[in-house]
Every structure is written in C-alpha cells, then in structure tokens.
C-alpha cells in the first residue's frame, strides 16, 4: 500500500489509539509494509463527524485513499439503556456521512466497525456473520444495535451501485490503555476504575453490577488493532468479518472482576448487586472464518491483557477519561 493515506476516524479512542500504537512501533522496526504509508489519527477535534460538510472537510483537505472507521457514539449497557434514541440518530449520521464522503473522494477501501452486541438476542450459538440481520437485538442496546446494522446494508449498497469495497469487522467487547473508564464504560474499564479507588481508600468490599454470570468473549485492543490492519491488507469482501477471541475463552462477568481483582491483588471481598440490570446473557460468537483466513494469529492471554491494562491505569488515571 506504498503511496497510501490511510485516515482513521475515532483514532483518538481506544481501538485508535491502539492502531496508532502499532503503527507507530511496526514503523519504528523498519517493516517495510508500512512504508511510504501515510496514517492519519483523527479526534472529534478535526471536525464534528454528525455533520456531512465537517466531514467532507476532513475528507477534501487529506485525500485518504484508505479509511478505517471507528468513530461512533460508544458505550456501555447502562448508558446505552438510558440513551437508545441518541445512540441511533449519532450513529446514523456518522456512518452515512463517513461512507458517503469515502464514495464521493473516492476511496480505494473502507473497514467500518460492528460489535457482536449488535447480533440478534434470540439466536442460536455460536453466532457467525451470516446473522447480523436476523431477528431484534437485546432491547437494551436496540439504538446502537440497528445503527450498526445499517453499516452493512450501506456497504452492501455502495458495492451494487458503484463497485466500492466498503466492508466491516464485528468485534467482541474490547479493552486496553486509553480506554473510556468513565461513568458511561464498558464493564472492564468501569471495574478497573473502580477497583482502583477502592484500593485507594482501603475498602474491604467490591460491588459488582449484576449477577456476574453473564458471558462474554474480551478482545485485547492491542490484539484488536493487528486484526484491524491485516483486514485493511488483505481482506477483500464486503461481507462482514468477525474480530474476537475464540469461543473457549469466554468468561464470565465474575470470572473479568476476579482477574482485575487479582491484578490489583486485591484481598477484599467481591459481591453482586443483583438489582442492577445483566444485560444481554451472552454473544458467544465464532471466529471461525477468521481463523481460516489468518490462522497464524496469537492472542494475548486475558490475565495478561487485564495485567497490562490495569498496569497502564495506576500510572495514567489522572490523564485518563473518567
Ligand atoms: P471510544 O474509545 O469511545 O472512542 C470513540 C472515538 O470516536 C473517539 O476517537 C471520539 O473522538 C470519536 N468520535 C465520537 N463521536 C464523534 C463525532 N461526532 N465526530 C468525530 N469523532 C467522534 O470507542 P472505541 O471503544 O475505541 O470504539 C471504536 C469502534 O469500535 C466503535 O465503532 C465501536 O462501536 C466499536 N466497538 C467497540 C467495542 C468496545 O468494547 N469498546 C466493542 C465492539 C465494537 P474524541 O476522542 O475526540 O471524543
Ligand atoms: P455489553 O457487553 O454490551 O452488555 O456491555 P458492558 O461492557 O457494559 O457489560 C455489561 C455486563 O457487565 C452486564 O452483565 C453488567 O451487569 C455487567 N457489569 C458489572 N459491573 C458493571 C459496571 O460497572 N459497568 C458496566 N457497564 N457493566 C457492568
């Protein structure tokens, strides 16, 4: 891909700044793939992507002849139960303003980003890509969900009417450094901050949300971004792909607190607020496809992604999103 631009919307976040990572260390190395390649991170900072003339902007003044798009309205359950309107509309204005400005600047491939929350709720396991559209997702998450969704139908479009290779990857729950650990996070990085003022100030209890038994399969962004490269590389459909870790490393909600509680070698007690809502039961999905594709790929081991993460926590936390 010498001669490459390739923008990266949402490179501010913690699937691009893990890409950043990665980039900048293979470049670092020498590796030749990445030479003569041009990446550009993009924040919310570089233009409002809601709206189609900031986004034309970013498209006219750098010219990508590659985009991966991760730049999306994101969240954990509990913000998305009390925001599904506004995860639909954001989402849906980003998606159709990104793809629609890719055809317009004619961008040789676009790689948009699915999660494997999207997946129909009443499903059989494990789930694999031919079930995107099947049947309703988890009320919880339906705004994001069909948002999502339509990702496809939109590459699926640009392919019959104007030939274009828009395709998307479906990632399982994802984690690392420069993660959103606020209020509105995803489990794990809402049980590190946690778990991290409660080490602070001595508690000898950790509350969990929930029942802790539902299932889901962690992706480490780090192991996340290597994928996200190699589809940019070499996969060449515009059938979604899904990015997760395999089905035998799914955990349990209790299981993930434990090994964050382990990382910070918590001695306390953990206990489970049962009035708080669980959410989907669980997503187990396939990555058989990608399997076959790349089969060479190593993930790293959950404890030592949850290690590292934490790691990155007790030394960032005053510069990170809380
Ligand atoms: P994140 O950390 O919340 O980052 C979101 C990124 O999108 C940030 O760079 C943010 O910019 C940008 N952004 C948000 N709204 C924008 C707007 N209106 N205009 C321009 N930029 C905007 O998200 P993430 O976890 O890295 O997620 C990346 C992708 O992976 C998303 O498409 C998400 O749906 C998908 N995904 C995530 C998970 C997960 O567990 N996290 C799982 C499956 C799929 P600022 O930094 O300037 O706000
Ligand atoms: P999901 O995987 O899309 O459902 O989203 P999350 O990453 O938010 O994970 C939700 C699961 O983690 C549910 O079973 C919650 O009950 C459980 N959970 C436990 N503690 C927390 C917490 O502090 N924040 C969040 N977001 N979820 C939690």
């Not at 030939?163 to 794990?188: E, I, K, M, W, Y």
């Not at 480490?220 to 792909?241: E, Q």
Request: proline letters at 4%; glycine letters at 6%; a negative charge.
């Amino acid at each position: 891909m010498s001669g490459s631009v390739i923008l990266v919307t949402g490179g501010s976040g913690l699937v691009g700044k893990a890409i950043n990572e990665i980039v900048l260390e293979e470049k670092s190395k020498g590796n030749k793939e990445y030479e003569n390649e041009n990446w550009i991170f993009l924040s919310s900072k570089d233009g409002d992507l809601r709206e189609r003339t900031a986004t034309e902007a970013i498209f006219d003044k750098h010219q990508p002849t590659h985009v991966i798009h991760l730049a999306a309205m994101v969240g954990g359950l509990f913000h998305n139960m009390e925001h599904n309107l506004d995860f639909f509309r954001e989402n849906m204005a980003i998606n159709d303003n990104v793809l629609n400005a890719s055809h317009k600047y004619d961008v040789k491939k676009v790689v948009s980003c699915l999660s494997t929350c999207i997946f129909p709720d009443k499903t059989t396991y494990p789930i694999d890509e031919s079930m995107v559209h099947n049947g309703p997702p988890h009320s919880s998450n339906y705004g994001y969900s069909y948002a999502k969704r339509m990702i496809d139908v939109l590459n699926r479009g640009y392919w019959q009417q104007h030939g274009r290779r828009f395709t998307s990857v479906v990632p399982c729950n994802v984690f690392g450094p420069h993660d959103n650990f606020s209020s509105t996070a995803h489990v794990l990085p809402a049980l590190v901050r946690r778990m991290h003022a409660a080490m602070q100030s001595g508690e000898s209890e950790f509350v969990v949300w929930g029942s802790g038994k539902p299932l889901r399969q962690f992706i480490y962004s780090r192991d996340l971004a290597r994928l996200f490269v190699w589809v940019l590389r070499h996969y060449d459909s515009v059938d979604p792909l899904i990015l997760s870790v395999d089905e035998s490393d799914e955990v349990s909600i209790s299981q993930a607190a434990e090994a964050i509680a382990a990382a910070f070698d918590f001695q306390g007690k953990i206990v489970y607020d049962t009035t708080r809502a669980d959410g989907q039961y669980k997503k187990t999905a396939s990555n058989k496809k990608l399997r076959e594709l790349c089969p060479e790929f190593t993930f790293t081991p959950f404890t030592t992604a949850v290690k590292e993460t934490v790691e990155w926590f007790k030394v960032n936390h005053e510069s990170a999103r809380l």
